[in-house]
């Protein structure tokens, strides 16, 4: 074995290939052939989108696992824990498990050379295959039609809501962002899409693929009545649901979906009333809207995009404070800061901007210059995350809150520091 630690393997991952994003299946497809990997004995659903991938993921897994089912998952990024992204039955992949997953990749590919995440992907499904899976869920990392996860055709796909983002990869616009996310799609494979708007690209690939295409609105609906909410697909009604676990006005939305694509399933892996509320009353997924309880409650939101920010200000507004709204945000260098400002603006009275190191890292100069420019006076600027949350806190008076924005870096960072 070429290294013993997990962290040792990560860090020679990171300097393997001469591009950490590199998107394309040729390299990171001829390796998983090496290996024998195409062609799962479980069932799969692949989840793509902009916002709500991780969020719907973890509701497909709590719910088919209160359904008895053997599920494993594969998510990025991770937000303390690179074991994060590989889970068998609910429990991370552990150390060894993961060194020994890296060194099969490392044996197959030769003299391939494999991107961080290809690396890591190869891992992921090698360990879900010897896991003997009724199902695996799958997230998309970036995109989806030339995203390593894009190797293993699905037996439903996913589709969450589409917005920009990782747009030097993607495209400027929702259009061409949408026939990068249909890239999952397979003819005669189920696919739905949670985007109540979806972008017409999304809906031509569908029809040209001949992949059946469920849409929220036209092909399945929900509404909320108070403490429960109801669905209706195409085969299937269910009535006096329970509001998901994971706050958000939007998870409701996102649960709607989740249940579309499970009834594609229905012959394969059934679920029943008390399989969906048993998994929409346990699900549970950090970072999302995350309220953590105190004198001084803080939220953690690891949205890093404006459709992400319009989210968050919703869900702000949704649930009031009667005190002051102090923000504590930073943000990798490639993102809409300024689209992120102007959607959180109404909701902000006091602004905590942080830098944030590591790769595509960002100081706090350019965030702290768009406010400015938009004429926002009350700003402090940090070096790091954790000074921000402590001045933040430390500010902050029975009645307030205070919330962590921007990427999973800054949630995580956040979350070192005690309160």
Same mark, same amino acid.
């Given at each position: 074995m070429r290294y013993q630690t997990l962290a040792e393997w990560l860090a020679w991952q990171e300097t393997l290939h001469p591009k950490a994003i590199d998107l394309g299946l040729?390299?990171?497809?001829?390796?998983?052939?090496?290996?024998?990997?195409?062609? &799962?004995?479980?069932? =799969?659903?692949?989840?793509?989108?902009?916002?709500?991938?991780?969020?719907?993921? $973890?509701?497909?897994? @709590?719910?088919?696992?209160?359904?008895?089912?053997?599920?494993?998952?594969?998510?990025?990024?991770?937000?303390?824990?690179?074991?994060?992204?590989?889970? /068998?039955?609910g429990v991370e992949a552990s150390d060894a498990a993961l060194c020994a997953a890296f060194d099969r990749v490392d044996r197959a590919r030769g003299d391939v050379s494999l991107s961080y995440f290809e690396f890591g992907t190869l891992a992921a499904l090698d360990l879900?295959?010897?896991?003997?899976?009724?199902? $695996?869920?799958?997230?998309?990392?970036? *995109?989806?039609?030339?995203?390593? =996860?894009?190797? /293993?055709?699905?037996?439903?796909?996913? /589709?969450?809501?589409i917005d920009v983002d990782h747009a030097e990869w993607l495209? &400027?616009?929702?259009?061409?962002?949408?026939?990068?996310? $249909?890239?999952?799609?397979?003819?005669h494979r189920p696919a739905i899409c949670s985007d109540p708007h979806p972008p017409q690209a999304l809906l031509a690939e569908a029809e040209r693929l001949g992949t059946p295409l469920f849409i929220l609105g036209r092909d399945y609906e929900f509404g909320v009545d108070g403490q429960q909410w109801w669905w209706r697909g195409t085969l299937q009604r269910r009535e006096g649901? &329970?509001?998901? $676990?994971?706050? !958000?006005?939007?998870?409701?939305?996102?649960?709607? !979906? =989740?249940?579309?694509?499970?009834?594609?399933?229905?012959?394969?892996?059934?679920?029943?009333?008390?399989?969906?509320?048993?998994?929409?009353?346990?699900?549970?997924? +950090?970072?999302?809207?995350?309220?953590? +309880? *105190?004198?001084v409650p803080r939220i953690l939101d690891v949205g890093h995009n404006p459709h992400a920010a319009a989210e968050l200000a919703r869900n702000l507004a949704a649930w009031p404070c009667s005190g002051k709204t102090r923000l504590v945000i930073a943000m990798l260098g490639d993102k809409d800061a300024a689209g992120v400002v102007t959607e959180l603006t109404p909701q902000v009275?006091?602004?905590?901007? @942080? *830098?944030?190191? *590591?790769?595509?890292?960002?100081?706090?100069?350019?965030?702290? @210059? /768009?406010?400015?420019?938009?004429?926002?006076?009350?700003?402090?600027a940090f070096d790091q995350v954790e000074d921000a949350c402590r001045q933040a806190h430390a500010e902050a008076q029975a009645g307030d809150r205070v919330v962590v924005f921007g990427s999973f870096r800054t949630v995580a960072a956040a979350l070192t520091v005690p309160v």
């Open positions: 040729e390299r990171v497809g001829e390796v998983l052939g090496r290996m024998g990997l195409g062609r &799962p004995s479980h069932a =799969v659903i692949t989840a793509a989108g902009t916002n709500g991938k991780g969020s719907s993921v $973890a509701m497909l897994d @709590a719910i088919l696992r209160a359904a008895g089912y053997r599920v494993g998952t594969y998510t990025s990024p991770h937000l303390l824990r690179y074991n994060e992204r590989v889970r /068998i039955n879900l295959e010897r896991a003997e899976l009724d199902i $695996a869920v799958l997230e998309v990392g970036m *995109g989806g039609r030339l995203d390593a =996860v894009n190797l /293993i055709d699905a037996d439903v796909a996913l /589709i969450t809501p495209g &400027p616009d929702r259009e061409r962002i949408a026939r990068e996310k $249909a890239g999952i799609f397979r003819p649901l &329970p509001l998901p $676990a994971l706050r !958000g006005v939007s998870q409701t939305r996102n649960a709607a !979906g =989740v249940l579309m694509a499970l009834e594609q399933l229905t012959a394969r892996v059934p679920v029943y009333q008390q399989d969906v509320r048993a998994g929409l009353l346990s699900v549970q997924l +950090p970072g999302r809207f995350q309220v953590l +309880p *105190g004198s009275d006091s602004w905590y901007v @942080a *830098g944030l190191n *590591g790769a595509r890292g960002s100081g706090h100069a350019r965030l702290t @210059a /768009i406010l400015q420019a938009a004429g926002i006076a009350s700003v402090q």
